[in-house]
């Protein structure tokens, strides 16, 4: 058995804690079913770390990296768009609406996109301003829809600002 330091691996130790079950699963297929010490989930609230033991909890997550830990580091960086977590005392799982390894993003496709979008919203934002009825609900809804799409394009982008640039 490896040793262990640190407050992670003493809360470990003194608790007496199993490994936490995580797994990651996609409308198309699990992608992740594991034991780690510790995940990191972006809840829409903020971040939060899953250890084992952790009190029963439901979130809503928002477009950003899930961190899984092995060893008191970071052994895995998976980016979701949304979902949502479940968190028992045991395991930790992720609905995801779509998951990607941060490194497969690319950077050029991402800034296209966030162009085209930027570039869009003010007329779109005008247009729902001025429109009534029907036509005010349709276009607040796509206008909802390519905010959306401006946050995801945005929070791909800060993941690879943060890859080391040997993986970008």
């Not at 949304?82 to 779509?98: H, K, Q, Y």
């Not at 934002?125 to 001025?130: D, L, P, T």
């Not at 607040?140 to 640039?165: G, I, T």
Request: hydrophobic share 40%.
């Amino acid at each position: 058995m490896r040793e262990r330091e640190g407050p992670i691996a003493e809360r470990w130790e003194g608790e007496g804690l199993m490994p936490l079950q995580f797994e990651l699963v996609t409308p198309e297929r699990l992608l992740v079913s594991t034991e780690v010490e510790m995940v990191v989930v972006p809840g829409s609230e903020g971040n939060f770390g899953v250890l084992p033991g952790h009190a029963p909890l439901i979130s809503t997550i928002r477009p950003g990296t899930i961190d899984i830990y092995q060893g008191q580091a970071i052994t895995e960086r998976i980016f979701v768009v949304g979902g949502i977590a479940e968190v028992t005392p045991e395991r930790c799982t992720v609905l995801a609406d779509e998951a990607m390894p941060p490194e497969s993003l690319d950077r050029g496709a991402l800034d296209a996109e966030l162009t085209e979008i930027e570039g869009n919203l003010p007329s779109l934002r005008e247009q729902a301003a001025r429109a009534t009825g029907a036509d005010r609900e349709r276009l607040s809804a796509e206008l909802r829809h390519l905010e959306r799409r401006q946050a995801v394009a945005r929070a791909k982008l800060q993941v690879l600002q943060e890859l080391p640039e040997t993986r970008r």
